[in-house]
């Protein structure tokens, strides 16, 4: 299914506005058909740029309540999993900055492990967030990445490339706080596994971490 400024605007307004008024947030949002610099990691069809007083509550811990609008908004809309990279929320090019900075990480933690030969876990992250990890080391030859764990606990590993695939790491207990997931020193390395937010193939994403080939106006309630 194609998704335009257009035909996705009333339908989001019909959620988004009422959600955003009981919350008491005063964010404006704008429908935009985005000219994406990173097609291989993401290539939306319809960006939803926030703005406004309250956009920073948006940004708080890795943009947390920013990502939660834009999951629960796709679900609202009643988009299937496959089409959700279709639709990106954003605000203040988070997703531009976040994307640079989990590529840096990546090649940190690629040198990491090149030099201790042990293998790095990330942090839990998002599919998203993970195909970035992947596709930034797709043609390193003396390691591979990996996806482990299930459900909201699925992390990237970096291993040796001629080492095992490690266990997965378990999941957290009860009230852990998942916290982001970008920087090395941020994960673990050794045979401590690190968090994980989301099991994977060897030698690249697993199918839902792949990237998919692919204004108006609309304001929130203040």
Do not use: C, Q, W
């Not at 299937?80 to 933690?109: G, V």
Request: proline share 12%; glycine share 12%; aromatic share 6%.
């Amino acid at each position: 299914m194609k998704y335009t400024v257009e035909t996705l605007r009333p339908k989001l307004e019909e959620f988004l506005n009422p959600l955003l008024s009981r919350a008491g947030f005063e964010v404006n949002y704008e429908l935009r058909s985005p000219t994406n610099p990173h097609p291989e990691v993401e290539n939306p069809e319809v960006t939803v740029n926030f703005s406004g007083p309250d956009v920073e509550l948006l940004l708080t811990n890795r943009a947390e309540l920013l990502l939660a609008l834009e999951h629960i908004s796709m679900e609202a809309l009643r988009m299937p999993a496959e089409d959700h990279s279709l639709i990106s929320f954003d605000a203040n090019d988070y997703r531009m900055l976040r994307l640079e900075e989990l590529r840096m990480s990546a090649l940190a933690a690629a040198e990491k492990v090149k030099r201790t030969h042990t293998p790095f876990h990330f942090n839990p992250m998002s599919s998203r967030e993970r195909r970035v990890i992947h596709l930034a080391l797709r043609d390193e030859k003396e390691l591979r990445s990996e996806s482990l764990g299930t459900g909201p606990f699925r992390a990237v590993v970096v291993v040796p490339a001629d080492m095992p695939t490690p266990p997965a790491p378990p999941p957290p207990p009860r009230g852990f706080n998942r916290g982001g997931g970008g920087r090395p020193g941020e994960g673990r390395s050794g045979d401590r596994p690190g968090g994980g937010f989301r099991g994977g193939r060897e030698g690249g994403p697993p199918r839902g971490d792949r990237p998919r080939g692919g204004g108006g106006r609309s304001r929130g309630p203040r």
